[in-house]
């Protein structure tokens, strides 16, 4: 499991990793053929995610952690689930650093 | 003056220049602005630089050709020879559709021409054959009326294939590509896709979604027009006559 990567990291980017990722504010998402092409205009990037790393990226909707994405995986492609958890990590760290994820907002605490 | 529609834009020429820019259609439409270069070669490019600033559409700097299913363009690369590229393209029996600009509506994915005249270098004459009048000094360049090299077209057509394209002085090379490098390849040299950058984004990607991509590596653009003629089907005038 890769990202296909469209520039060189540096400038515009974070380093953290999250616990639920949801894609960032202002990512514009192109399906094209298996690959996913995100597009953020703030830097002006396209990156492009293969087939694998695509599936990450679907997943990422803010309610699954990164150890439930690689259990989905895990089931969908017929893998070792402890070793797709350091891919699906991987990719997760990747996008967050570049700016594509973010750790889902905490909910206001109710009074 | 004479008003011509360029890029979907109205720019305005004075007559005695706009007769050599025969290939590009005229509008009653007001223009958008005004040309004030007072030679061919540079009203030609003030003309270019107008018409992409007041474009509606998304500009990407290409070398755009017609084929017998539809568009071929090729994004602009430094060290091309893009102008040079297109003009061989149809020689060897291409429809010239623009050597500076594939004009997409960012609505409707539709392609407008711009068949304007090619800047063409001295030291290129020879490449491109004969029928296109006496050559310009071999460090000096000359404009030509696209419909001396060959057929215009400037007919709406949708992109079929998109080449990247590499001149390295080597063999011929012409394989599949992913087509998301040609999204990355036709963003990085869009002229003004940041006045509506996601529009943009989303009618490149749509664009692509369509088309076939090829990487080609070459070192003379005769070669890659024969080899793009061959692969997609295209023969040249001269070559239908000798059968």
Known sequence: MSVLLSSAAGGPYRDNMVDHPIPAPGVAVEDLDDDVCLYRSDIDEVLVLNHSAGDVWRLADGQLTVPAIAAQLARVYAMDEAELRTDVRTVVSDLVARGYLIDRPAEPATP | ?243
């Open chain 2, 1 to 243: 003056m004479i008003t011509l529609r360029v890029l979907g834009a109205a720019v305005a020429v004075r007559a005695d220049i706009a007769y050599r820019f025969a290939d590009i259609p005229r509008t009653d439409a007001p223009p958008d602005a005004e040309v004030l270069a007072d030679s061919p070669p540079a009203a030609l490019t003030e003309l270019t630089r107008l018409a992409v600033e007041h474009s509606p559409l998304l500009c990407v700097h290409a070398g755009v050709v017609s084929g017998p299913e539809g568009l071929l363009a090729i994004p602009g690369e430094s060290g091309l020879g893009k102008t040079t590229l297109v003009a061989a393209l149809v020689r060897a029996g291409f429809g010239y559709v623009s050597d500076e600009a594939l004009a997409v509506d960012r609505a409707t994915g539709q392609v407008s021409a711009f068949a304007r005249p090619l800047a063409l270098r001295g030291d290129v004459w020879t490449l491109l054959g004969d029928g296109i009048g006496p050559a310009p000094s071999p460090d000096s360049e000359q404009l030509v009326a696209p419909s001396l090299l060959g057929r215009v077209d400037t007919d709406d057509a949708q992109v079929r294939d998109i080449v990247l394209a590499r001149r390295d002085g080597g063999p011929l090379r012409v394989e599949t590509a992913a087509r998301g490098d040609a999204v990355r390849a036709l963003l990085a040299h869009a002229f003004n896709h940041y006045r509506a950058p996601e529009a943009s984004f989303r009618a490149v990607v749509a664009l692509v979604r369509d088309a076939r991509v090829w990487r080609a590596t070459y070192a003379d653009a005769p070669d890659l027009a024969a080899g793009l003629g061959e692969l997609l089907g295209v023969q040249s005038a001269s070559a239908t006559e000798a059968r």
